[in-house]
């Protein structure tokens, strides 16, 4: 059987934690509000860390920090807060690239990954960064292809020798958005907003649609739309996962911090199904005629929550088809419906109130919190005012079995 990559996720809060897990990751990473490169997303806070740890350790998830932003001399103190507290808390790794986050978590005693920030895209920058840093895994730049992972594998075992080389650790993106940038190194939002992407603040004016005018004569304008002329289409490895497990990697990466509970869960899920599928299947006769079927409800799962349509990445050579989007793809839409209001936990009963639009009998629906996490079960049965009821409007109060403890104020979503 061949050995099968850990699959990484990406939690932006403690709901697409618990999505993460529930989904089947192997590992989660994560970033603490302050310096990582998806600040728009909700993150963690320092004192989370122990909380963090305990939730991973309880359910055998590693657990990742990412610190893989630029940083100036004046965050340097913060910096070696966030890494003393990641090692105090038993973090199993920091992903950085800014040689100071490096240096203080090998000081720290921290695993160290290295961002794809860095742009390793070749044996030798992995053989020296190894040898001068201690460093074992890489997070390679997004423009590897599959050849190429292969030949590093290969060269690697020139240059550092065969034992050194299968300490070696490769960490590629397998699904999520792709920037055009070279290696996600952009100045546009920075130059258009002040808010740069390599602070972890991007506000992507590259995904709009924009228009083009000739300044001398106001008669020639052109409107670039549908297609975005700088948006890609998001990376899917999906349909052909068994090629790149063959390639050699160590982990795939679920990019998606900013994301939410749901993309996290479905992503996850359908990834860890073809891992698993890939796991018991590959070399068997017929292998690939079997994955190409049993991966079409995966790739229907996967457009159902936020996308712009799918590439497959540098992985095949350059996308020059997919470096256009039509924009946001996905198919379902969540609403918000209403908020807990009590939980009675010997019965297992929630009481919910319905604050918008409707619930009928049978609708998917989602509940989260900060301590919940993420749920998601089937209304198809819950009453009002203790009769059985086939739907609830707006104004009503509904009580629901749930499988397990909600809380007060948490979130009801209905798709």
């Known amino acids: 059987m061949k050995k099968i990559p850990e699959l990484m996720a990406p939690a932006g809060d403690f709901s697409c934690l618990d999505a993460a897990i529930k989904a089947g990751a192997d590992a989660v990473y994560f970033g603490i509000k302050g310096l990582n490169m998806r600040a728009g997303a909700r993150n963690f806070s320092i004192s989370d860390l122990g909380k963090i740890r305990s939730v991973c350790s309880k359910a055998g998830v590693r657990a990742y920090l990412t610190l893989n932003t630029i940083f100036f001399d004046k965050d340097l103190p913060t910096l070696k807060r966030m890494i003393n507290a990641a090692a105090r808390n038993s973090i199993d790794a920091i992903i950085a690239w800014d040689l100071a986050a490096v240096g203080m978590a090998r000081d720290a ?28 895994r890489f997070v390679l730049a997004r423009e590897c292809s599959l050849d190429g992972i292969k030949k590093m594998r290969s060269s690697l075992k020139k240059i550092l020798g065969s034992d050194e080389a299968s300490n070696i650790r490769i960490e590629v993106f397998a699904h999520g958005a792709m920037c055009v940038s070279e290696s996600g190194r952009c ?38 739309g549908p297609n975005y002329v700088l948006s890609p ?77 799918f590439s497959d990445g540098f992985y095949f050579g350059r996308p020059i088809k997919d470096w256009t989007s039509r924009g946001v793809q996905t198919r379902k839409r969540k609403i918000i419906l209403g908020h807990v209001l009590k939980y009675y936990p010997r019965i297992s009963v929630a009481e919910i109130s ?9 609708d998917e629906i989602q509940l989260e919190g900060p301590q919940t996490g993420f749920m998601r079960i089937k209304a198809d049965s819950f009453f009002i005012d203790s009769a059985p009821a086939k739907c609830a409007n707006k104004g009503d109060i509904i009580t629901i079995k749930t499988p397990s403890p909600v809380r007060k104020a948490d979130r009801l979503f209905r798709f």
């Open 109 to 136: 005693g921290l695993e160290v990954f290295l961002s794809t920030q860095a742009s390793v895209a070749n044996a030798q920058a992995i053989a020296r960064f190894n040898r001068s840093f201690g460093i074992r």
């Open 187 to 224: 100045f546009l939002s920075e130059f258009s907003c002040g808010k740069s992407a390599n602070r972890g603040v991007c506000v992507q004016p590259c995904r709009r649609e924009y228009l083009i005018s000739d300044p001398s004569d106001s008669r020639f304008s052109y409107r670039l």
């Open 233 to 309: 289409k998001d990376l899917c490895t999906l349909p052909f996962l068994d090629k790149l497990v063959l390639s050699g990697v160590d982990s795939l990466k679920i990019e998606g911090r900013s994301r939410n509970a749901e993309y996290v869960y479905e992503t996850v899920k359908a990834y860890r199904a073809a891992l698993n599928f890939i796991s018991e299947n590959l070399g068997k006769k017929d292998f690939e005629s079997k994955y190409a079927a049993f991966q079409i409800p995966l790739m229907e799962s996967l457009r159902d929550v936020f996308n712009r349509d």
């Open 354 to 362: 319905i604050d918008n639009s409707r619930l009928n009998a049978g």
